[in-house]
């Protein structure tokens, strides 16, 4: 059975740790992978993995797919109080327009 | 990025009455729209996938009479929750693809659906 699994399901850290997010996943025929954050409404985009090792970078956050390991990482430097949030990871299904997401990473950060 | 907008954020309603949530793709034109639900603190949950001009497709364990899903156009989803009752009370998510084949996918901003 095709699923995502993200891991730690929370977390807790001070303004200025650095993060790290883990997404793993067994789907057949993969092709990419997302990960979105989720404030207190729906899901923003932030990357679209599809190239294991390429590194995806926007300010303090990045991320790189694994697709030996079938992983992602998501990490989030010098992270902020605007950076709690829940954090998704979501892989389309081949067949069909379905994605398996992950149950989500819940982050709080402290000042 | 793409834009989807969702209508109403909020409502309240009775036990019995339906209630219906748009979804809108404002800057493209969207084929497929998909509608999720989420409980508290839970993942997204898919319910359905919305294709325009034809019939939605649901995933299993979810009632289709229930759901009344119609995609009358290429920007526009609707969501109807017929005879609603305070275990349907939950936050309703739709998306949609930029494109055919895309993997990408734009959320609206959810409904928050609450049955007295």
């Known amino acids: 059975e095709d699923k995502v699994v993200q891991s730690p399901l929370s977390l807790v850290v001070h303004e200025g740790d650095t993060v790290t997010l883990n997404c793993s996943y067994e789907?057949?025929?993969?092709?990419?992978l997302l990960w979105y954050k989720q404030e207190k409404k729906a899901p923003t985009f932030l990357f679209m993995l599809t190239s294991s090792g390429i590194e995806k970078k926007s300010g303090r956050l990045s991320s790189i797919l694994d697709k030996k390991e079938l992983s992602s990482i998501l990490n989030i430097t010098a992270t902020q109080t605007g950076d709690s949030a829940i954090y998704l990871c979501?892989?389309?299904?081949?067949?069909?327009?379905?994605?398996?997401f992950g149950t989500g990473t819940s982050l709080t950060v402290i000042p | 990025g793409a834009v989807v907008s969702q209508h109403p954020s909020r409502v309240i309603c009775k036990s019995g009455t339906s209630v219906k949530i748009e979804c809108r793709s404002l800057d493209f034109q969207a084929t497929t729209m998909f509608w999720y639900r989420q409980f508290p603190k839970q993942s997204l949950m898919l319910m359905a996938t919305s294709n325009e001009g034809s019939k939605a497709t649901y995933e299993q364990g979810v009632e289709k009479d229930k759901f009344l899903i119609n995609h009358a156009s290429l920007t526009l989803s609707t969501l109807t929750v017929t005879s609603a009752h305070p275990e349907d009370s939950s936050f309703y998510i739709c998306?949609?693809?930029?494109?055919?084949?895309?993997?990408?996918?734009?959320f609206g901003p959810g409904t928050r659906l609450t049955v007295l």
């Open positions: 998306s949609a693809r930029v494109g055919t084949g895309a993997d990408t996918q734009y």
């Open positions: 789907v057949t025929n993969f092709r990419s």
């Open positions: 979501a892989v389309p299904a081949l067949t069909g327009n379905q994605f398996y």
